[in-house]
Each structure stands twice: as structure tokens, then as C-alpha cells.
């Protein structure tokens, strides 16, 4: 523990992860800020106050939530600039994603002072970690829209999405919210439902949208604690380039023997209005021929 209170400097804020329901999860450099700091900003002080109990440390507590976020900004600024060492925490997870820190961390930030991040416990990660799917990258949007028409309105820009979505959900809107995926991506759309993480009642469904639909109607316990949803990659449907009209063929060929082929595809797309994706496997199906 003192090796790690030595890499902590004075008049710099450090945002600290901590954990989202297994205590065990708080790392030994999240332990050590805290009895390094001199001022912990905390989103519920209860909360933060029993972390802090559990492990023995007892710090001032200074409340920081979405409400009082830039306000209390130049308050942190100032005891940066006497040299205090701040550290940030929220509920649960890492500060900033889905929670308060971005504004306080930007004010920091703007007056030229340190921030620094103390790594740890991420909902959206491990949820990903233990989800086993192949799809190699992957897009994090943090809650969406409570109301259905607004929620199906951002779900339809994922319909043929390469990669995976991730999502977090109030449970008593994570049956909606499935059957809203089904009605714009459909039901055979992979979904992946981590519900509790690090807790005692931890669960993963990985199913068709359609039936993770049934299976949440058929057990209440399913819409019960913290939701991650992770909608999977759509399928990839293999198309020939013969299904492409002959001069947008021909101009893909011409362009993509001196483009990058993200590039090519995307201007015969423009010019042609197709399918940017499409355009992009027919343009490798064309250089793997050379």
C-alpha cells in the first residue's frame, strides 16, 4: 500500500472505478487513493461511505452529482490549486461513462491541472468480457430513450450494423425495450441480456431477441437489478458483385485500384445510392482477384 500512496501527486483529480456489486472487485490503487486523498467527491456519500467503512478508511465526503456538477467544478479547481489530492467516485463503475465526471473532469482539464484514472470494475466490459461473441469491435451507448417511439428510432440505425451495441437498461423497462428490438431488428437478432454483474444473482441469457422477449415475460426475476444489453453484429448477408448495377461495378473497380477501399466504396455509394457495406466486400472481392 505505501508503494502505491507514493505515485499519487499533489493538485491533480483522480477518477476512481469502483466497484459495480462485489467489493472484492475495489483495486489496492483505488484503496490506496483513498487514504492518499484529502477530499473524495461522491455521487451518493452513503454509498461511498459504506466502500470506505468496509475497508476501514474514513475521508470527508463531498457530494457531487449530475446537478451540482459544474458548480462544485470550480470548488474542485480551487483545492487543486492549493495542492489537495481529489479523488472522484460515482455509485458504482467508472465516473464519467453514464454517470457525473465528464464536466468536472473537463473543467480540470481547462484550468491545466492533472486528471488521471484509476482503472477498475466496468459494467460494459465485463459484460462483453464473458458474452463470447466473435464480432471484434464494438459501439457503447449508454442508456437509451425511455419512450418506445424515440428508443425504436435509434434502434433502427443499428439494423445493419457490423459490430455490437451496448446498452444499459432500467429493468423495469428491459421487457419494452427487448420487444422494441424485435419489432425494428427482429426476432432472430442475437441479444445478450448480463443482468446483476459481480453480484450474488448474476445472470446471463444469451438468445434470439425474440425469445429473450418470452424468457424475461415467462421469470419477473429477469427484470429485476442492473441491466447491460449487448445487441450482437447483424448477419452478414454475402452478396456477389453481379448484383450490382454494371457502371457502379465498373466505377467501384475503376476507383478502388487507386483508393483505399473503405474510400472507393464509399463514393460509388454516394453516387449510386447503394449499400456502403456492400460495396466495401464486392471492392476486397475485386483486390483479392488481382
Known amino acids: 500500500m505505501n508503494s502505491a500512496r507514493e505515485t499519487f501527486i499533489d493538485g491533480a483529480l483522480y477518477v476512481v472505478a469502483t466497484p459495480i456489486g462485489n467489493l472484492a472487485d475495489v483495486t489496492v490503487r483505488a484503496l490506496a487513493g483513498f487514504h492518499a486523498a484529502d477530499i473524495v467527491l461522491a455521487e451518493d456519500t452513503r454509498v461511498t461511505g459504506s466502500l470506505l467503512s468496509a475497508y476501514g478508511i474514513h475521508k470527508k465526503l463531498v457530494s457531487l452529482r449530475e446537478h451540482n456538477e459544474r458548480e462544485m467544478a470550480a470548488k474542485v479547481v480551487s483545492w487543486l490549486g492549493e495542492g489537495k489530492i481529489v479523488l472522484q467516485v460515482s455509485d458504482a463503475g467508472t465516473p464519467g461513462i453514464s454517470d457525473p465526471g465528464a464536466r468536472l473532469a473537463d473543467a480540470v482539464w481547462a484550468a491545466g491541472l492533472r486528471v488521471v484514472p484509476i ?60 420487444e422494441d428490438i424485435v419489432a425494428t431488428l427482429g426476432a432472430e437478432r442475437p441479444l445478450v441480456l448480463a443482468r446483476e454483474l459481480t453480484k450474488t444473482f448474476e445472470t446471463f441469457l444469451r438468445l434470439p431477441a425474440g425469445e429473450l422477449a418470452a424468457r424475461i415475460r415467462a421469470d419477473s426475476n429477469q427484470q429485476r437489478g442492473e441491466c447491460v444489453l449487448i445487441i450482437d453484429a447483424a448477419a452478414r448477408v454475402e452478396t456477389a458483385d453481379d448484383d450490382l448495377p454494371a457502371p457502379a461495378r465498373q466505377l467501384l473497380a475503376e476507383l478502388a485500384a487507386v483508393l483505399p477501399t473503405k474510400q472507393a466504396a464509399a463514393i460509388v455509394a454516394g453516387h449510386y445510392d447503394l449499400n456502403k457495406k456492400q460495396l466495401y466486400d464486392a471492392a476486397l472481392q475485386l483486390k483479392a482477384a488481382e
Do not use: M, N
Open 119 to 178: 482503472v477498475g470494475a466496468s459494467a460494459v466490459i465485463g459484460a462483453l468480457s464473458a458474452a463470447g461473441l466473435e464480432t471484434g469491435h464494438f459501439h457503447f451507448h449508454g442508456f437509451l430513450p425511455p419512450k418506445s417511439g424515440a428508443r425504436c428510432k435509434t434502434l433502427q440505425q443499428w439494423q445493419q450494423a457490423d459490430y455490437a451495441v451496448v446498452c444499459y437498461e432500467a429493468p423495469h423497462r428491459i421487457l419494452e425495450c427487448v
